[in-house]
């Protein structure tokens, strides 16, 4: 018989088929590691057994209440074990979670609630008073369950349902539902919308399961990891970490408040030895009046990502002794899709230089299939030569499924076959991408390019310098010209000004690439924590005299 004709004989079948969904890591685990702290949260600690069973009850409530498959299950609640359950409950019941970003306002929200058509509201009582006002403002109203949690006290509850109620009518012994098709979603998690309505990203089992297994690998978690949340997990699932460190069976220590003295609190008493970070919360442990220090014989990963981080950021953690990654990705890509891989000989570098190239974006994680840099105008890759410009594009498993009812975006997003993310990067010699700019950021003054990153960089190098942003300001003679916009620390106030600075970057940069102004303000940030450089494009636009202008 000809072999092809035998081969063809071989269908996926029950025994060598089985949908890649993350719902798989938690039965694992609660099987492997029955009694393993599974998550902490203040005086509260579920094993794996009880955050299986208490997934499973959700997963059997949710379906009690007339919760189907595909339907849309929201959580507006912080790092709370409620949260991490709703990860395995809500895709266990065949539905799509939707955890919403706390720090939106009440109109997006409700924008949210409405586009996904969320049948039901999960909310932490904390935030009662802004869920009220976006469900006002709803045609329907989903099913509302409070999260009464001890840590909040004073605020309202506004659900029908109580949480904890709501689980024990949930049959404990109901096995979280894996999908038919891996194809299915599981997730859809909204952009932040700062150029207009947010946009739904639509995830799938497959995407978040290989996403989880590449976090999983290149954060080197395992059932010894203690990891804790100082990344929200409503930011794209936490960065597929609410699946990655239950595949590994650490434990997840949660996390009500991102503060400096929390975390150090949190890293001593539980033997923390993993967290993700913003830059910005690395420069606020890096400036916090109690310096946040790890003990000697506790290392602290940390994977930082979501903007990119200056040298100095990652020369000053290193030095307290974290041990940081860089990744970057999108909402799009799951969270993480690259990282700047460690290579052999960097140990070895002196702190700045390995600072230095670790502030690159890197290459593609393990499970992603490629990330390059296209120019712009022929759609060719860049030179390697980490000169030449382009947009950096991705393609792969772990890139979303598409926009919610967005097929315009959605479309333009998937042009040409590839993810386009709107990150300007060059492409260096051994492969690793670096971003200089969002497209819309980059300053073309008297015709040259310059990257607003770049002007940072330098100025995060300044010893006062908590926060700078740097965009275009409108010039009649030059087209545009840099402004820097910087925070302070309150003791560099009285002995550092806009002058000083550009005369620092002038020292250390191109003339032409230095700022020609410099605000000292508090910067505005989006509700992921991002600085919004759109408001600050606003107002570099402003005339010069403004009270906080140097
Ligand atoms: P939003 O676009 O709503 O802010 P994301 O949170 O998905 O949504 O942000 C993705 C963007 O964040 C990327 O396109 C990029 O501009 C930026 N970003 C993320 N990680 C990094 C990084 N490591 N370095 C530089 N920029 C980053």
């Not at 659900?159 to 997730?187: K, V």
């Not at 952009?191 to 309505?197: E, V």
């Not at 700047?340 to 600072?355: K, S, T, V």
Request: charged share 20%.
């Amino acid at each position: 018989m000809m072999p092809s004709a035998c081969e063809a004989e071989l269908a996926p079948n029950q025994a060598n088929y089985v949908p890649l969904s993350p719902l798989s890591f938690l039965k694992r685990a609660a099987h492997i590691y029955p009694d393993r702290d599974a998550v902490v949260h203040g005086e509260r600690r579920y094993t794996y057994r009880q955050l299986h069973q208490r997934a499973r009850r959700l997963a059997s409530a949710l379906e009690r209440v007339g919760v189907q498959p595909g339907d849309r299950v929201a959580v507006l609640a912080p790092n709370v074990p409620e949260l991490l359950e709703a990860h395995y409950g809500v895709p266990g019941a065949g539905a799509v979670l939707v955890s919403i970003n706390i720090r939106l306002e009440a109109k997006t929200i409700a924008f949210i609630l409405r586009h996904s058509a969320a049948k039901v509201l999960i909310c932490d009582r904390e935030f009662s008073a802004i869920a009220r006002q976006a469900l006002a403002a709803l045609e329907t109203r989903p099913l509302v369950i409070d999260i009464d949690d001890v840590q909040v006290r004073d605020a309202e509850l506004i659900g029908e349902l109580d949480y904890e109620a709501f689980l024990d009518q949930g049959d404990p012994m109901r096995s979280l539902s894996l999908p038919e098709n891996e194809w299915q979603s599981i997730a859809i998690n909204y952009t932040s919308g700062t150029t207009g309505d947010p946009k739904g990203v639509v995830l799938h089992h497959r995407g978040a399961y290989l996403n989880a297994c590449a976090g999983a690998l290149i954060f080197q978690l395992s059932s010894r990891s203690v990891y804790l949340w100082t990344l929200p997990m409503f930011h794209c699932n936490g960065w597929s970490h609410t699946w990655a460190v239950t595949l590994s069976g650490g434990t997840h220590i949660c996390l009500r408040k991102v503060q400096a003295d929390l975390i150090h609190a949190a890293i001593a008493k539980h033997g923390v030895t993993h967290m993700s970070a913003a830059p910005v919360v690395m420069s606020m442990l890096i400036h916090a009046e109690e310096p946040c220090e790890r003990r000697a014989n506790q290392p602290v990963a940390v994977i930082t990502g979501g903007a990119a981080p200056p040298s100095a950021v990652i020369a000053a953690m290193e030095a307290r002794g974290f041990n940081i990654t860089h990744a970057y990705g999108m909402t799009e890509s799951y969270g993480p899709s690259t990282l700047c891989l460690w290579q052999p000989g960097l140990d070895e570098l002196p702190l700045e230089a390995r600072a230095q190239f670790m502030s690159r974006q890197g290459v593609a994680h393990p499970m992603l299939e490629d990330a390059t840099v296209l120019d712009t105008d022929t759609g060719q890759p860049v030179p390697a030569d980490g000169a030449s410009l382009g947009e950096l594009v991705v393609r792969g498993n772990t890139v979303m499924k598409g926009y919610l009812n967005n097929p315009e975006e959605t479309r333009a997003a998937f042009a040409d076959g590839w993810l386009h993310t709107g990150d300007l990067a060059v492409l260096h010699p051994d492969g690793y991408v670096e971003i200089k700019d969002r497209s819309k950021d980059i300053i073309i003054s008297g015709g040259e390019n310059i990257s607003s990153l770049e002007i940072e960089e330098v100025l995060y190098q300044h010893p006062g310098v908590i926060e700078a942003a740097v965009v275009a300001r409108p010039d009649s003679r030059w087209g545009e010209t840099p402004h820097a916009f910087v925070t302070l620390r309150a003791d560099a106030l009285t002995n550092t000004s806009g002058d000083d600075l550009i005369l620092w970057c002038r020292e250390r940069l191109a003339h032409f690439k230095a700022p020609r102004h410099v605000s000292l303000v508090e910067l505005p940030k989006t509700a992921t924590g991002k600085i919004q450089k759109f408001v600050l494009r606003e107002w570099a636009r402003r005339p010069l005299e403004a009270p906080t202008e140097t």
